[in-house]
Structure formats: structure tokens, C-alpha cells
């Protein structure tokens, strides 16, 4: 199922870039000689940085998990971006950002004091997304829709565990970096989403923007291995919020 929403995602994804390319060639043979009667503040090039805060929560079965819960846990995200502009209402815009996906499991047993593990997981995202755009010329609206690929570079986990003897429940606090095994699956892949809006700023050379994106990341790659004996997929979602500053050129 989830191959076949990667084709489908990849095609779409041709079909906008080639409506891009078409609209840019039309645009640029019937305007060749015209003369714009006012300052054009959209560039072809635009690269900049974004920072901002995610969410994250994971999906897996309930099999072997009856008293466990799973929360959201916040992170960051920051990075670069850069944006191509084929024409005034499509673009193609890339991202490369390091992004922090937690969650938080607790266990719901009658314990005396709270059982839990924070997950702090780092990925390397690299988004690459249609863009939309629409409004005037410094106030715009954007639209995104594309793929995603990641790599899962690093995994700490802390909380609060316990251990039993015949006689006692002992509770101790923990915090541990985590190695990878053969069961991780670390290179991940999705799709994204999402809106935003972006201001052009005409005091500052006409050339700065600044931005305001949601984005939602959904992983179609399970970052825990499927074997024939166990199948045990586990899939997080994402949701980011970012203010970002691009120079267009």
C-alpha cells in the first residue's frame, strides 16, 4: 500500500513540474519583448534558513502493548531552504534540515511511583516539495505537497524504570544513549504537507522574505525492520512549525 502512494506521489510530482516548465516557456515567448510596468519583487532563486519547534507521535500496533500509552513530545527543527520559481504560482522548493521526532511511552500498571522513557530521536530531513503560492506581490500565501527522505542519525532515551526482588519494587531514574541494531531501519522515507505565508520585505533591497510555514511529515517507512517471524511496523508523524528568512536572487 505504501509503495504504491510513493508512485502515485511521484508521478503527481512530474506532472506539476512539467505544468511549471510548460507555463515558464509560454510566458517567456509571449513576454520576450514587453516591458513590465512595474517592479518585479519574485525571484527565480531564493536560499535562506528556517527555525522552529515539532511534535512528533508514533503509530504501531497494539499487539504486546496493553499497558503502555504513547505521548507527543516536542523538538526542533532547523536547517536551509532553497526555492525555484518557474513561474508567479509554482515552485520547487528543497529543504535540509536536522529535526528532532520524540515520543514518550508510559506504562499504566498501578506502580507506586511513574514508569516512562522519553525516545529522543535527530534525523537528517531532506524535503523536496511543490509549492503553490498565490496572493500579491509582497503578502503571499503557499501551498506544499511532496516526498521526503531522512536519515535516523541518532537515539538517546531517559526515564524512570523499575526492577523487583522477592520482596521489594525497586524504581531508579535512567538516561542512556542508544546503539543501533540490525532492527532499525534508519533511512526513512514520506510524504509532507502543509500551508504558509511569506512577506517581501522592499526596504531591505527588495530581495529578503520572511516566512511563517506549518508542515506535516508522514512516514510510509516502518524505522523498525519487518522479519518474517515478527512484523512490528512503527511509523512517526510530524508536525512543525518554522519561521524562516530567505534572500532571493
Known amino acids: 500500500m505504501k509503495t504504491r502512494c510513493l508512485k502515485l506521489i511521484a508521478a503527481v510530482l512530474f506532472c ?3 505544468m511549471g516548465i510548460q507555463a515558464q516557456t509560454t ?15 519574485s525571484a527565480k532563486w531564493s536560499l535562506g534558513i528556517k527555525l522552529g519547534a515539532s511534535w512528533t507521535s508514533i503509530s504501531q500496533s497494539n499487539w504486546g502493548r496493553i499497558d503502555e500509552t504513547y505521548t507527543s513530545l516536542y523538538g526542533g527543527d532547523i536547517g536551509v531552504s532553497a526555492r525555484y520559481a518557474f513561474t508567479d504560482w509554482f515552485a520547487l522548493r528543497a529543504d535540509l534540515s536536522t529535526m528532532t521526532r520524540s515520543y514518550r511511552m ?4 498501578n506502580y507506586l511511583d511513574p514508569v516512562y522513557t522519553n525516545h529522543i530521536n535527530r534525523f537528517v530531513m531532506l524535503p523536496i516539495m511543490a509549492d503553490f503560492s498565490f496572493g500579491g506581490k509582497q503578502l503571499q500565501g503557499h501551498a506544499y505537497c511532496g516526498g521526503y527522505g531522512s536519515y535516523w542519525w541518532w537515539e538517546s532515551r531517559d526515564g524512570r524504570t523499575y526492577w ?4 521489594y ?15 532499525d531501519q534508519r533511512f526513512i522515507g514520506g510524504v509532507v504537507g502543509g500551508f504558509g505565508v ?6 531591505l533591497s527588495k530581495k529578503d522574505i520572511v516566512s511563517l510555514d506549518v508542515l506535516y ?11 518474517s517471524h515478527l512484523s512490528d511496523p512503527r511509523y ?14
Open 236 to 249: 512517526l508523524n510530524t508536525l512543525t512549525v518554522t519561521i524562516g528568512w530567505a534572500f532571493c536572487f
Open 169 to 183: 519494587v525497586y524504581f531508579e531514574n535512567f538516561d542512556e544513549d542508544r546503539k543501533f541494531n540490525s532492527e
Open 164 to 167: 523487583m526482588t522477592d520482596y
Open 27 to 41: 510566458s517567456e515567448s509571449i513576454g520576450k519583448d514587453q516591458i513590465p510596468l512595474q517592479p518585479d519583487f
Open 106 to 109: 508510559d506504562r499504566n500498571l
Open 198 to 203: 511569506s512577506y517581501t520585505l522592499r526596504s
Open 16 to 18: 506539476w513540474i512539467t
Open 217 to 227: 511529515y508522514y512516514d510510509l517507512v516502518s524505522h523498525h525492520k519487518s522479519y
